[in-house]
């Protein structure tokens, strides 16, 4: 499995950026995808994710504000972000929690995570 993020950028305050990620690879089922971020110092938040039912779930920094969607036949998660502010800055990495075919439905679900893409906001 891997898993392709890209759209990171410069963008002043209040402007808008959209990143994508593409999961790549067979012989696998995808439940959650989302994204989460990563400043130096701080451990790694939960930015937005989205169930293979289109369930979601965002971090309270970011809610009204982000919008993340899915494309189940794509296997693509997409993030849309609007009114960006400073403190929105940091490494955003996809993740997708996957399902190998044949795995026990008791076995959780194994995290696999993109490369992370930068986003930068500043004036």
């Known amino acids: 499995v891997q898993l392709q993020a890209s759209g990171g950028g410069l963008v002043q305050p209040g402007g808008s950026l959209r990143l994508s990620c593409a999961a790549s690879?067979?012989?696998?089922?995808?439940?959650?995808m989302g994204w989460y971020r990563q400043v130096p110092g701080k451990q790694r938040e939960l930015v937005a994710r989205?169930?293979?039912?289109?369930?979601?779930n965002y971090g309270d920094s970011v809610k009204g504000r982000f919008t993340i969607s899915r494309d189940n036949a794509k296997n693509t998660v997409t993030l849309q972000m609007n009114s960006l502010k400073p403190e929105d800055t940091a490494v955003y990495y996809c993740?997708?929690?996957?399902?190998?075919?044949?795995?026990?439905?008791?076995?959780?679900?194994?995290?696999?995570w993109g490369q992370g893409t930068k986003v930068t906001v500043s004036s």
């Open positions: 690879g067979s012989g696998f089922s995808i439940n959650t």
């Open positions: 989205i169930t293979g039912g289109s369930s979601t």
């Open positions: 993740n997708a929690q996957i399902k190998p075919y044949g795995s026990s439905w008791l076995d959780p679900p194994i995290d696999y």
